[in-house]
């Protein structure tokens, strides 16, 4: 296959050079690849993930998402890697981060979270994934602390990583990276700084190519942020917030910079209404925590809103003609 001048070529060369036989890929996956290839802004979280999956099974290389961070330089990241390439501290690096991830990869998103006496640094995709997303969470939180580490060294090694998939059985790998402070099965994928950390100096960048770089990324998000419709992100927002108990209609609206009225109205506008997108919401992560997690049923039931496991089974039946339970059996992710 001729990769030259199309626009993910460069993800078909890096999994080559991870040991993948692309013709197998191919015909595994011919039309994930095409959009990786002709369309990679358009490529979905899940499509991304089916396709390291296979990666890692026919390299053998059961850390290939660990393993993408080593072959891939980040001026293969376009605009957005530059962009990093020049910020001078890792606070800078963070913020950048947050703000311009989109125009690198729209299904996904960085968030930072300042608090007293740490820093958090989330990841997450706008859709839940319907297949395992380990390789996907470890390339891309390992993204952030390999480049981190490769500036400074192991002071810039997270005191803990949290993620969404299950343990894999071997950690040698994950743990060399990341250090030992590793929890799995949580309900976000994120790592944890102390707060200090952000004010160590990463490069001498360059004031006004970072400038240049930042208007035209500005141009790419409005383009991103116009095809992006209210109910996308009051989605986004509610799967941040649910589980904190700031998900009800007057918190969002007050977090989109709207009277209750008028966030009503608008949604109305995208034949669109609240409550209907929280119960989705709240289907979604109760779907992907069981398939995703071993937190207990009744766990799973109060981070999303229920006071007991009656209520959510009977909540959960109702959208998916199937008991949390029973659903868990079929669809818990196999770690690859």
């Not at 070529?9 to 191919?26: D, H, P, Y």
């Not at 060399?176 to 944890?192: P, R, W």
């Not at 209210?230 to 986004?236: A, G, H, Q, S, T």
């Amino acid at each position: 296959m001729k990769l030259e001048g199309l626009p993910g070529a460069w993800v078909l060369e890096t999994f080559q050079r991870g040991g993948v036989n692309l013709n197998e890929l191919i015909q595994q996956h011919p039309d994930e690849v095409e959009t990786a290839l002709y369309r990679p802004d358009t490529i979905s979280p899940d499509c991304v993930n089916q396709l390291l999956i296979s990666c890692a099974k026919i390299s053998g290389n059961q850390n290939f998402g660990l393993t993408m961070n080593k072959l891939v330089d980040i001026s293969m990241y376009g605009l957005f890697g530059y962009i990093l390439l020049q910020t001078s501290t890792v606070k800078d690096f963070f913020n950048n981060l947050e703000r311009y991830y989109p125009t690198f990869y729209s299904g996904a998103s960085f968030k930072i979270i300042t608090r007293k006496e740490t820093i958090i640094i989330q990841y997450a995709t706008e859709q839940l994934p319907k297949v395992c997303p380990r390789h996907d969470n470890e390339w891309s939180l390992g993204f952030v602390v390999d480049y981190l580490k490769f500036h400074l060294g192991d002071i810039a090694r997270p005191i803990s990583v949290s993620f969404t998939h299950q343990s894999p059985d071997d950690l040698s790998e994950i743990e060399s990276l990341f250090g030992q402070n590793l929890q799995f099965s949580q309900t976000k994928n994120q790592i944890v700084y102390k707060k200090p950390f952000i004010n160590k100096k990463i490069s001498n960048s360059d004031p006004w190519m970072l400038n240049i770089l930042r208007q035209q990324a500005e141009k790419m998000l409005q383009e991103y942020y116009k095809e992006n419709s209210l109910e996308k992100e009051v989605r986004l927002l509610l799967l941040e917030k649910i589980e904190n108990g700031q998900a009800n209609a007057s918190d969002i609206a007050r977090t989109l910079g709207f009277s209750l009225s008028t966030f009503k109205r608008r949604l109305a506008q995208e034949n669109s209404e609240f409550s209907i997108i929280k119960l989705s919401v709240k289907n979604q992560l109760a779907q992907e925590m069981l398939s995703g997690s071993k937190t207990s049923i009744v766990n799973i039931g109060k981070k999303i809103g229920f006071n007991d496991q009656s209520s959510f089974t009977r909540f959960f039946i109702r959208c998916n003609q199937i008991s949390p339970l029973e659903y868990r059996k079929k669809h818990t992710h196999k770690i690859t």
